[in-house]
T-cell receptor, first 113, second 110 residues
Framework: DGGITQSPKYLFRKEGQNVTLSCEQN?????MYWYRQDPGQGLRLIYY???????QKGDIAEGYSVSREKKESFPLTVTSAQKNPTAFYLC????????????FGDGTRLSIL | RKEVEQDPGPFNVPEGATVAFNCTYS??????FFWYRQDCRKEPKLLMS???SGNEDGRFTAQLNRASQYISLLIRDSKLSDSATYLC???????????FGTGTRLQVTL
C-alpha cells in the first residue's frame, strides 16, 4: 500500500536528550513537511523540503533539525534546545504544484519524562 | 488577525441535520483551499479541495468567495460518523506551505 509511515507512534524523552522521529513515504512525492500540533491548537509548520538535499525552516524551526538525503525519507530531530517538545508531530508529503493537497502520516506523540 | 480563522464550535447537531461551517482567510493572494477532517488524536485527512466554482462530493459541498475571502463547507444529512474536527487549509500563491485553521468541532448526536 502507498502511504506515509511515521515511527515510533509514541516516544518518551528525558530532558537533555535528542530524539529522532522517522518519516518515510512511498508515494513518490517530491515535497515533505513536519508539523507540530498542541492540544486545542492548529498545526504549525516546523520544516519542509521540496527536493532532495534541500529544506527550509517553517514557522517554529528553533530546537529542531532535519535532513533530506533520500526522496522517500525526511527524519526530524528534536534537540535538547527545544524547551517544550511535548506535542503531536505530524509528517506530510505532497506532489509539487499549486492545487496539490498534503497527505499525512499517523503521527508521533512525544512526551518528556 | 489570524491568517486562517474558524469558529472552534462545538457544533452539536442531530443526525440528519444540515450544518455549515465558514472559514475566513486574510491573504488575498491565497490560491488553493482545502477542507481536512481530523478525528480525535488522529492525523488530518483530506476531505475535499475547494474550487473557484464550488464543488460537491456526496453530502459535502464546498464554496469559495474570493471577494469576501471566505470558504464554506456544507454537510447535508449528517451522520454520527461525521463527528470530527474540520480544518480549513489555505495555500498562498505557489508556495508549498499550507496554513491550517485551528478547526471547527462537529458533534452529531442521535
Amino acid at each position: 500500500d502507498g502511504g506515509i509511515t511515521q515511527s515510533p507512534k509514541y516516544l518518551f524523552r528525558k530532558e537533555g536528550q535528542n530524539v529522532t522521529l522517522s518519516c518515510e513515504q512511498n508515494l513518490n512525492h517530491d515535497a515533505m513537511y513536519w508539523y507540530r500540533q498542541d492540544p486545542g491548537q492548529g498545526l504549525r509548520l516546523i520544516y519542509y523540503s521540496q527536493i532532495v538535499n534541500d529544506f527550509q525552516k517553517g514557522d517554529i524551526a528553533e530546537g529542531y533539525s532535519v535532513s533530506r538525503e533520500k526522496k522517500e525519507s525526511f527524519p526530524l530531530t528534536v534537540t535538547s534546545a527545544q524547551k517544550n517538545p511535548t506535542a503531536f508531530y505530524l509528517c506530510a508529503s505532497s506532489q509539487t504544484g499549486q492545487n496539490q493537497p498534503q497527505h499525512f502520516g499517523d503521527g508521533t506523540r512525544l512526551s518528556i519524562l | 488577525r489570524k491568517e486562517v480563522e474558524q469558529d472552534p464550535g462545538p457544533f452539536n447537531v442531530p443526525e440528519g441535520a444540515t450544518v455549515a461551517f465558514n472559514c475566513t482567510y486574510s491573504n488575498s493572494a491565497s490560491q488553493s483551499f482545502f477542507w481536512y477532517r481530523q478525528d480525535c488524536r488522529k492525523e488530518p485527512k483530506l476531505l475535499m479541495s475547494v474550487y473557484s466554482s464550488g464543488n460537491e462530493d456526496g453530502r459535502f459541498t464546498a464554496q469559495l468567495n474570493r471577494a469576501s475571502q471566505y470558504i464554506s463547507l456544507l454537510i447535508r444529512d449528517s451522520k454520527l460518523s461525521d463527528s470530527a474536527t474540520y480544518l480549513c487549509v489555505v495555500r498562498e500563491g505557489t508556495a508549498s506551505k499550507l496554513t491550517f485553521g485551528t478547526g471547527t468541532r462537529l458533534q452529531v448526536t442521535l
